[in-house]
């Protein structure tokens, strides 16, 4: 089936890292992506991983992915006030066509 | 860039109103997508279309309608509207498998 999961929220200090979860059933998916969405706004596409990389970085983002545990997480360096948001994981099951959304993370950076 | 354009950000409505919710993407995308995005439950996928004059039915497609005559354009439909149908309702294009880019939503009131 599809479905995936992420906690809801997170809080951290400005300066450190932030680590966001997610697990995904769908082993068939191909894609897995995280989005950010601001208050008020749409969600844009932060980056993405194929499902054949262990780990994925750019700039201050790390993604990695463990596919036997079907668990992807989404570490940000030296996270910034500008990074509160909600963050969203998201796959491409088996269909090829769907994207599947999890619930979203929220991301509170205290000063 | 990509572009996806909701026609509106704001929109309030009567009960029982028929209701267009238009959005256009300019990047030649075949997939169109329409979530709708409520506190606690995420984005849900009501409908989406892999071509022009396709469409499939997503998660909840109950009480709305959607037409897409033209490949830019994906127009999401309520025929009725009712108070459940108060939310964000976020339209997304993409390539197939591939990361959707999201308008910047439409907060949609229904009195």
């Known amino acids: 089936g599809e479905d995936v999961e992420q906690s809801l929220f997170l809080s951290v200090r400005e300066g450190d890292s932030s680590v966001i979860n997610c697990t995904y059933t769908d082993s068939s998916s191909t894609y897995l992506y995280w989005y950010k969405q601001e208050p008020g706004a749409g969600l844009q596409l932060l980056t993405y991983?194929?499902?054949?990389?262990d780990m994925k970085q750019d700039q201050r983002l790390t993604v990695l992915l463990n596919k036997k545990d079907k668990h992807l997480s989404l570490r940000i360096a030296d996270t910034q006030t500008g990074d509160s948001a909600i963050y969203f994981c998201a796959e491409t099951p088996g269909g090829y066509q769907k994207v599947t959304f999890g619930i979203g993370t929220k991301l509170q950076v205290i000063p | 860039d990509v572009k996806v354009t909701q026609s509106s950000r704001y929109l309030v409505k009567r009960t029982g109103e028929k209701v267009f919710l238009e959005c256009v993407q300019d990047?030649?995308?075949?997939?169109m997508f329409w979530y709708r995005q409520d506190p606690g439950l995420g984005l849900r996928l009501i409908y989406f279309s892999y071509d022009v004059k396709m469409k499939e039915k997503g998660d909840i497609p109950e009480g709305y309608s959607v037409s897409r005559e033209k490949k830019e354009r994906f127009s999401l439909i309520l025929e009725s509207a009712s108070t459940n149908q108060t939310s964000m309702y976020l339209c997304?294009?993409?390539?197939?498998?591939?990361?959707?880019?999201f308008g910047q939503g439409t907060r949609l009131t229904v009195v």
């Open positions: 997304a294009s993409s390539f197939p498998g591939r990361g959707a880019f």
């Open positions: 990047m030649d995308h075949e997939n």
């Open positions: 991983i194929f499902s054949n990389m």
